[in-house]
């Protein structure tokens, strides 16, 4: 059947705007800033109950609850750090950055380096998530059932797109905020005033050191901007509407460090005003014995249960969104485009199950090998080196 001029013209107007409206759909297949930080604060979830439930060097005393109030001033400045990244290269992920202002050579060594961590990190979440149902409910079971487990469902989450993941990841962060925040105040009356206070100036010392792990736990907000890509910002570079959108972003990190803040707060009164700086700093699991050390019924028996399940879920949140990150960096690691990388997750996933075996046999192993070596490395690449990339961009006149 032929087709008259006018018709041809209908058609090409027609595919014209198929194009667009399939470009505008690529467009809207972003993740939004207030996501992104929801993503991040899922990882200081993880961390922080972590955290709270090993002995880092008599990492609690009495003081520690202060902490989060000192640890989140340096973060601010790093906010400021990253929100100048943002702004001179919108829509570039932080793989892109590097390469802009240290070439593709140092770029690629920067980030082979930043993909090593990210390799072990994932490793260490994966070995700590089958540990801690062994330790606390299954003591029967091998630690790699669950480990194994985690990395395949955190394979299909992958290899879907990061929006349908950040939706999911929104929808559910209010949640366990209610959980954990609900949790808290179950446990309120079980705090004793005398293990949180007399507080003086000479347990400023203690402050700061109990505010440094604190530091290295949140300095991987850097590895955010390793989406930047992704990520759904409006405006062209240097106009008004581009420096709104910008401190849309320094206003929302902001707002998610408080929150952090807060989150941490509320757990380290938890655990010491429960137990003391002494007891916890020897006590595995500090945070989970909290609610096996109430010895009651109904209610809170009912949150040991639902602890355990909500911590599960947030690992579940903090190893998929690694693997984005590492899928990110691999991509441009080796040149090669989105479909090829998917396919690549699967050996990579096995690489990580061999790395869970050389950080350490059992957990306290693995918790040494974070201390003295992931804890190290997460405030060197998270937050030393974002002042490192600005000085040098504004040497280079790229930043």
């Not at 972590?50 to 109030?69: D, G, H, M, Y």
């Not at 700086?277 to 014995?289: G, L």
Request: proline content about 3%.
């Amino acid at each position: 059947m032929f087709l008259s001029k006018g018709d041809k013209n209908i058609c090409k107007k027609s595919r014209g705007v198929k194009f667009l409206m399939d470009n505008t759909k690529k467009t809207n297949r972003k993740i939004s800033i207030r996501q992104v930080m929801i993503l991040f604060f899922f990882t200081v979830v993880s961390c922080t109950l972590r955290i709270t439930t090993v002995n880092q060097n008599n990492f609690f005393a009495k003081s520690s609850w202060l902490s989060p109030f000192f640890a989140v001033i340096p973060m601010l400045l790093l906010i400021f750090i990253l929100d100048k990244l943002i702004k001179k290269h919108q829509d570039k992920s932080l793989t892109q950055i590097i390469e802009i202002v240290f070439g593709k050579i140092i770029g690629k060594i920067i980030l082979f380096l930043f993909f090593i961590h990210v390799l072990f990190y994932i490793s260490f979440f994966l070995k700590n998530f089958g540990e801690k149902f062994v330790s606390s409910i299954f003591p029967d079971v091998s630690p790699m059932f669950f480990i194994i487990l985690l990395i395949l469902s955190a394979l299909f989450a992958v290899k879907k797109n990061i929006e349908s993941f950040a939706r999911f990841a929104e929808f559910s962060f209010f949640i366990i905020l209610i959980v954990f925040i609900a949790a808290f105040f179950t446990v309120l009356p079980n705090i004793e005033i005398k293990n949180l206070y007399p507080v003086t100036y000479y347990d400023v010392s203690d402050i700061l050191k109990s505010s440094l792990p604190l530091i290295s736990i949140w300095s991987p907000l850097t590895f955010s901007l390793f989406l930047g890509d992704n990520i759904r910002y409006s405006g062209k570079p240097g106009t008004e509407e581009n420096n709104n959108t910008t401190d849309k972003f320094k206003h929302t990190a902001v707002k998610f460090m408080i929150i952090t803040a807060i989150f941490n707060l509320l757990c380290f009164i938890a655990v010491i005003g429960i137990f003391n700086a002494d007891t916890a700093n020897s006590m595995p699991m500090s945070y989970f014995m909290i609610f096996k050390s109430i010895k009651s019924s109904g209610i809170i028996q009912s949150f040991e249960t639902l602890f355990i399940f909500s911590w599960v879920f947030t690992d579940f949140i903090i190893v998929v969104y690694y693997m984005f990150i590492m899928s990110k960096i691999f991509k441009t690691l080796f040149v090669i485009d989105h479909e090829k990388t998917k396919f690549f997750m699967v050996p990579l996933a096995f690489i990580i199950l061999i790395l869970t075996f050389i950080i350490g046999e059992n957990n306290s192993e693995a918790e040494f090998f974070y201390t003295n070596i992931l804890s190290f490395s997460s405030v060197v690449l998270g937050y030393i080196f974002p002042f490192l990339l600005v000085g040098v961009g504004k040497v280079r006149r790229v930043l």
